[in-house]
């Protein structure tokens, strides 16, 4: 695994793991935006979220934006509905940035922006 994918992957399950112990006891769903599964990078991510995942007993929603904003958005607005407690996110482009992340967190829902 290259060492960025590492880093990559690492710091996102080092914020979930940072968060209080009461926040973390109470995370039982995650989901995971990934603008394009179809780029290794990405996928080695989505990997090692799922390896942690599966390691704490925590669900996982996985979502493959294939490099289209919109269809980012309407996803992270599905996972919403389907009761995530925490939202990892990487966006598909610019324009897909800002528009879940103020959702999540309007829903109260912590967001890791990678």
Not at 59 to 76: C, E, G, P, R, Y
Not at 82 to 99: K, L, M, N, R, T
Request: proline content about 4%; glycine content about 6%; hydrophobic content about 50%.
């Amino acid at each position: 695994m290259n060492i960025k994918i590492k880093v990559a992957a690492a710091a996102a399950i080092a914020t979930l793991s940072a968060t209080t112990p009461a926040l973390a006891a109470e995370v039982k769903k995650i989901g995971l935006a990934m603008p394009n599964l179809q780029a290794d990078f990405f996928n080695q991510i989505k990997l090692g979220v799922e390896n942690y995942t599966k390691e704490k007993g925590i669900d996982l929603i996985v979502v493959d934006a294939k490099n289209d904003t919109a269809t980012q958005v309407s996803q992270v607005q599905d996972m919403m509905t389907q009761g995530i407690d925490a939202f990892i996110y990487i966006p598909a482009g610019a324009a897909a940035a800002a528009v879940p992340t103020r959702l999540a967190r309007a829903e109260g829902i912590p967001v890791i922006n990678v």
